[in-house]
């Protein structure tokens, strides 16, 4: 099934993709990969504790670039577990981390989330679509099942999560004027999962009190034993964080019982869409239930849940006039509409930029990872490195996308930057999805399937707050809203 059918009766009026600009590449001088693996195992365990403890994860790869003058060079990444490798070429560049894109030279077989993969364990036994190569048949089978799941999703996406942002704020609404402030953390967790879980799934959690109350914490749980090897968490002291969180992988029973009950949920609530994937797909029933539970779980929740509050916090404490730019033109364009839907978002440029500046700058999924398929030669906008067969390589997105050669003033949050014709150029070099901003994900790429929808949703979510009110402030330390004023037909806009 082509991608493009799968958006065409949810969004209508797509903005026009800027076609790569594929300019030659000038010939560029091949220099040694700079870099070092230290000794075997004092190597790894000092580029372990420099990432978690001594530097965290943006100085260490920051430092090394400036001590090797090099946006590629080869380190070490951590967990350092007894049969992870942890050599990986880093690239840190547009150019070089562009390279993880082209399926010809890069294997994306279990390398989610680095050279340590969770225990297929966590997912029933099964090894779940994200986890497999382009090469692998079952990959475009599965990946094709889930653009099907959004297809049919988007009959109801927009009203769902309309919906439940709508309950959301109703009640932030009368917390802060209980008690002035109201947080945002559970709320949001909860409005993200029970949109997915109706969309996505055709499940409604409200039929099971305990999915319904608990479906989230028991999502979360489940990511953070697959995760929290590889995570700096922070909130618990050094050196105990480095001994009893980084030093083993979680074992999957911890969770086996909450996934137990979300698979039987889904078994029962989501039988329309398991049949698809059996009848259509050929994918058995307990492969068919994991791997939605994959998407739903790790890819849709977990995405949103990083991604939303970075969002809402972003606009939220802006002082420099932001949200009443983004409020006029919401208003503008929603002056002779009835309802929010995607057509309208469509022609909210400032929004849409908005949301892209924040994926810019805050990537939801940092890291992203492949293994050379053969020796190929990497570039970064300077010089030509050789990688041999076999060699991981390891994007920082928070780096990449702070790329001074391809963005002005990197390091700046500039909301109207993807706006006009300079902004859309611009768009090809924006990577949050695994992929170019400007590209379509298909069934024989790595791309995440739900790029658009993610997009579409983040711009939803600003214009419908600011449709609904005047203004919106988030408190400066938490994930929570200070003000919520209600909108008033004096506003001049
Ligand atoms: C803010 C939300 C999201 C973010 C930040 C996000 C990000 C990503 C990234 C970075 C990847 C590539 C991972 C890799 O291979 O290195 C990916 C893959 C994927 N995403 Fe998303 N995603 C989000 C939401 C969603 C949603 C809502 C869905 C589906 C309903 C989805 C489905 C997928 C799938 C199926 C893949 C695997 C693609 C493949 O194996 O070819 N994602 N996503």
Redesign the pocket.
Known sequence: MGHSNLLSNLIETMPIPVSCSVTATPTLPTKPMPGTYGLPLVGPLKDRLDYFWFQGPETFFKARSAAYKSTVFRTNIPPTFFGVNPRVVAVLDCSSFSSLFDNTLID?SD??IGPYCPSPNFTGGTRV??Y?D?TDPK?SR??NF?FD??KR?SRVWISEFLLNLDALLTTAEADIASSGSSSLLVPLQKCIFNF?CKS?VGADPKVSPEIAENGFIMLDKWLAFQILPTQKIGVIPQPFEELLLHSFPFPSFLVSSDYKKLYEFVEKEGREVVKLAEDEYGLTKSDAINNILF??GF??F???S???PALITTVGRDKSGLRDRLRAEVRKVMADKTELDFKAVVEMEMVRSTVYEV?RMN???PL???RARSDFVVNSHESSYKVEKGELLCGYQPLVMRDPVVFDDPDTFMPDRFTGAKGKELLQYLF???GRETAT?T?G???????D??VFT?CMLVAQILNKYDDFECDDGNLAFSKLEKKTESVIV
């Open positions: 994306k390398v989610l679509g994200v497999l382009t990959h599965i990946k889930c799941l959004l999703s997915l996505l998407v739903l890819n849709a977990g995405g949103f990083v991604f939303l994926l990537p939801p999924v992203q990872y492949g949050w999805s695994n994900p069934a790429d790595k791309q995440c399937a739900a790029k929808f993610v983040a």
